[in-house]
């Protein structure tokens, strides 16, 4: 990887809005840029902060628009695939019983087992689950790995289209040619000249302009011009992540409880390096973040700033999700010592 | 901590550079801003980038400073303290078994126990020990606290001087305000509106400015005007550093390495929120680091390559340091797909 050529789009270094401070004590001790793209389905940027012309790789806040693939191909009708597995699709899960046990369950009724996924092995992200797991003596398996419930609707869509199983995850396999395109065909904008990468489970990674990540998310609700197949799979999908907001992600996590708590109007979901994809359902707008230094815990309060902002809360969700708003630092012992919060207005 | 009152000094936003980089594929992916003060011991700043007038919190980084008066209270002679104490002293450590049984052995010397320390109980940071000691179903202790070294070089200080045990973390415990005291001293600027919370391990944290720690480092080495004792402190703190490298970090890790491989002219230390200081030996020079988001993976590069510039390393040791100037970003599957690279010359 030394000395990577960089493209003209990447090497742009547009300057982004702190979004995002983190203070201790009396001061702000760090800050983190980003842009967040507010767009509706015909691709109108409604709001916007920073550069929303940047291509960003999705990573895993792509897995809703990945999942279209699974329902519209007929794999999921033909092996009776329900809220929990197409939630399952969408999910960085964090390697709870909850999710290894439904994953295994899926693989098992589909006639394939954890050996056909080559996501790789890892620990659950979950800590109670890891160290229980860990005082168990037992081992990571890929049903751990927070992308093993994308990976089973791969083969499985694999299985189905009859595509080779081996070699799923590579750029040149029919799969990741057809899961390219549908990203293409919803963002609504070119990607021959984004970036080209690999995942942290293998799969390839390309660039999306912010904007068109945005529009891409708000086709899943405002359907207009979409093919039937692919509009119906489209309410398959949010019906599922509404359904199963606790499969998406886990117990206690904001995906999670955004969903359980405002789950009949707001879609979202996390992808690794500070992107983040959310949907206002029935309102027909997608939300992307992408926090220019891929720090996670900025990226989550920005997502919730921009969403608190765009009316997503009534007074009682935004009181039940006041944690996720303004994060309390807690030390080793347990204190308070500073907050992670929204710098102002995103927008 | 809802609307925490921000100091004039931390609402400041300095636009500082890009200091490096994150690439994955074809493209940079992430980004960190920061600045870098290379400062001599009558405080000249020799190079900079960015900000280095800002206050920032040592954090971590500040731990030979501390240990200063470990030494020049005569605490670490009456109680026969060696290298290997003075590097726990200055160390965040990874709670291998090397520092856990170093900690307990140097608190049975001085008739205290793991209980007398407040920094409270958190699983070791290397992943081997941590995952070694939940399969042996164990638990985490305050020697396993990353800081269980530099608390048990302050339980020692006050015992030698007389001061109470309890409650040595406060603020307002004549020993944090010695400590506060001496970094005022060694920087040569005031503190007094600097910024004021408590850090990971429960001790008081305050602002000190970029451009002030880094002569407070170089102090350490060009001892001019310093009185003897103090002097004769840091000579002490910097020969046990370089001594046992192991003891100020862990086997493998960056600050380890640097020292093992370059230890005769560069001292290093790494602190939480993207800080980091080092020291040229021989040459009178500090530096230190702040990353504007408080991302650790670009405050090493970082210095790795202020480091580089300055010409801490011959060719060999460059070569044998690698790994840390252009960092491997390895998948789950155990792939290369990126890496964290400075983004050019950093002064």
Same mark, same amino acid.
């Given at each position: 990887m030394n000395e990577a050529p960089l493209s003209a789009v990447a090497a742009a270094t547009a300057l982004n809005p702190v979004l995002v401070e983190v203070t201790r004590g009396t001061v702000v001790e760090s800050r983190h840029r980003g842009s967040i793209a507010v767009v509706d389905a015909a691709g109108r940027v409604l709001h916007q902060a920073g550069d929303v012309a940047q291509a960003v790789y999705p990573r895993s806040a792509i897995k809703p628009l990945q999942a279209l693939l699974l329902v519209e191909s007929g794999a999921a009708d033909r092996f009776g695939l329900g809220d929990k597995e197409l939630a399952l699709a969408c999910a960085s899960h964090r390697g709870e019983s909850v999710h290894t046990e439904a994953v295994a369950a899926w693989l098992g009724r589909v006639g394939l087992s954890p050996g056909d996924l080559e996501c790789g092995a890892h620990l659950p992200y979950d800590p109670k689950t890891m160290e229980a797991l860990l005082r168990a003596d037992g081992q990571a398996t890929t049903l751990h790995n927070n992308c093993s419930g994308k990976h089973s609707g791969f083969v499985t869509t694999a299985l189905h289209m009859g595509l080779p199983l081996k070699g799923y995850i590579r750029p040149e396999h029919p799969l990741q040619q057809k899961l390219y395109q549908t990203i293409e065909e919803m963002g609504g904008e070119s990607l021959a000249d984004t970036g080209r990468g690999a995942d942290g489970c293998g799969i390839p990674v390309f660039g999306v302009p912010l904007r068109a990540l945005a529009r891409a998310f708000a086709r899943l609700d405002d359907t207009t011009g979409l093919a039937p197949e692919r509009a119906a799979a489209a309410a398959r999908i949010l019906k599922a992540m509404a359904a199963e907001p *606790?499969? *998406?992600? =886990?117990? =206690?996590?904001f995906v999670t409880r955004v969903m359980e708590v405002a789950g009949d109007t707001v879609r979202l979901k996390s992808g690794a390096e500070g992107v983040y994809c959310a949907l206002l359902v029935g309102r027909g707008i997608g939300i992307t973040v992408k926090i220019d230094d891929g720090t996670g815990r900025a990226a989550e309060v920005a997502m919730a700033a921009a969403l608190q902002r765009l009316g997503a809360f009534s007074p009682a969700q935004e009181a039940a999700l006041s944690a996720f708003l303004e994060v309390p630092i807690r030390n080793v012992a347990g204190r308070d010592v500073g907050v992670v919060r929204s710098a102002g207005q995103p927008f």
């Open positions: *606790v499969m *998406v992600s =886990g117990h =206690g996590n």
